[in-house]
């Protein structure tokens, strides 16, 4: 189809007096003034657009910023012939085809999420775009030779960075929540992490560790938006994450994303879903030989067969996950899977226990849970909920209101949702002993916490 020649851009070029060669330059300087470098736009480019070709954003915006210094008034892109595009709603869902496609959606994520995006903060949960991302995953050819030929040469002190910068906040999340660092990290993927993947100049082993911490930036960040109940903007954050891990070549990162999604659906009261997503995870595991990831799917897949209230397939899938656990070898597996622990095999355990009305096996399993690293509060604080919880199954009131005390307490002071979920769980199965003396007196120091 012949495209209509925009004559509104024509008319403007003349009125300003600019050549084509010339508004082309004013361009690619206007680009890297405003964050934006690397553009290298030129007189063809220019004949292009008044030919009818709409040039990517965010040139329109910056083509509007040049004609109003130029001609003393306000300029739009509407006044140039290029009505502004709206931002697709499904933006990040999509588990993308090739690296430069998957490039380009991660970015306009993050920029979308800094940015608050009003389709971003109302987004919602889609079982299908998780399903879609995981057949992708494990049915995509590996990804062709990775490379960058921007201007900016990426080295490993760029990917050093990336990687300490996922450490540490991976810390401060645990110790303080979410809430408190989400929106630093979104930043920093922004402002540091985009311009490297956009502009960089990196070979095919430079490339593959950008991607791969990037990836491990981007699943952290979508993990954060788990812990604030965010769970739309988090859902395409797993998945984006997981398209650069494709890119990267690495199944036990792709592994571990997935069963990240497993968790979240579990969560959200998707059992029949996160058992898919946990088998996809077992997959990636097995190929990459990594026993802790093969432990950690088995025991997503055991909590949901718990959600399903199949007793025998959970303690089917527990078997399979201690058996793993036993084989993992030391010094042999990625760092950041250190925190799957004993303990944090233990909380697994007393979670499908607690689902299925097993009150002394979940007490058994929560209270080894607890002999855990001390760095992650919010865990503790998950922990002991299991615990209390598992008593009152057992009809312990006295000192499943000890242990919630001690979780509320912790509860206060993390800005986390997912904290605060967990305790007005607790409350909720407190309700039928509110008359009982221990839960009168949890209830009276609850209220003194709230008022400190």
């Known amino acids: 189809m012949e495209r209509e020649p925009n004559r509104l851009l024509q008319q403007l070029i003349a009125e300003a007096g600019f050549s084509h ?23 063809s480019s220019v004949l292009r657009w008044i030919g009818g070709q709409r040039p990517r954003d965010p040139v329109p915006s910056l083509l509007a910023e040049i004609f109003s210094l ?26 993308t085809h090739t690296w430069q496609e998957g490039v380009s959606t991660v970015t306009a994520l993050w920029r979308a999420d800094v940015e608050r995006r009003r389709f971003l903060i109302d987004s919602t949960f889609a079982i299908g775009a998780g399903s879609v991302g995981a057949i992708r995953w494990l049915t995509s050819p590996p990804e062709g030779r990775l490379g960058g030929t921007g201007t900016r040469r990426v080295g490993q002190t760029d990917i050093a960075a990336i990687q300490e ?12 929540g979410s809430g408190r660092v989400r929106s630093s990290v979104i930043k920093y993927l922004d402002t540091a992490v985009s311009p490297l993947l956009k502009e960089g100049s990196y070979g095919e082993s430079a490339g593959r560790q950008l991607a791969a911490a990037a990836a491990e930036l981007t699943r952290l960040a ?27 070549g690495d199944q036990t990162l792709g592994g571990e994303i997935l069963a990240g999604m497993a968790h979240q659906a579990i969560y959200m009261g998707q059992p029949a879903h996160a058992l898919d997503l946990a088998r996809a995870s077992q997959m990636a595991a097995r190929r990459a030989g990594v026993k802790t990831l093969q432990s950690s799917a088995h025991v997503l897949e055991a909590h949901a067969h718990a959600g399903l209230g199949d007793d025998r397939a959970c303690g089917a899938s527990l078997n399979e996950a201690e058996r793993a656990f036993a084989a993992r070898r030391a010094g042999e597996e990625p760092p950041w899977l250190s925190y799957f622990d004993e303990a944090y095999l233990s909380a697994k355990f007393a979670h499908c226990f607690r ?26 604080m998950f922990n002991l909920s299991l615990l209390a919880a598992g008593l009152l199954q057992c009809g312990e009131v006295e000192e499943a209101c000890t242990a919630a005390a001690d979780a509320l307490a912790l509860a206060g002071e993390l800005q986390s949702v997912r904290s605060r979920s967990y305790a007005a769980d607790l409350r909720r199965r407190l309700e039928p002993y509110r008359e009982e003396r221990p839960v009168r007196e949890l209830r009276e120091r609850a209220r003194e916490l709230a008022a400190v």
């Open 355 to 380: 689902d299925l009305g097993q009150g002394r096996r979940a007490v058994e399993q929560a209270r080894r849970s607890l002999d855990m690293d001390g760095r992650y509060v919010r865990g503790r």
């Open 222 to 248: 979508g993990w954060m938006a788990y812990d604030m109940e965010q769970h739309g903007i988090a859902q395409r954050y797993l998945i984006q994450a997981l398209s650069l891990a494709r890119g990267a």
């Open 165 to 176: 910068v996922t450490r540490s906040f991976g810390e401060l999340d645990n110790r303080f």
């Open 70 to 95: 130029r001609l003393g008034r306000p300029v739009t892109p509407e006044h140039l012939g290029m009505a502004a595009t709206s931002t697709p709603p499904d933006l990040g869902q999509e588990f």
């Open 21 to 43: 060669k010339g508004l082309a330059r004013c361009l690619n300087d206007l680009g890297a003034a405003r964050g934006t470098p690397g553009l290298r736009y030129d007189h």
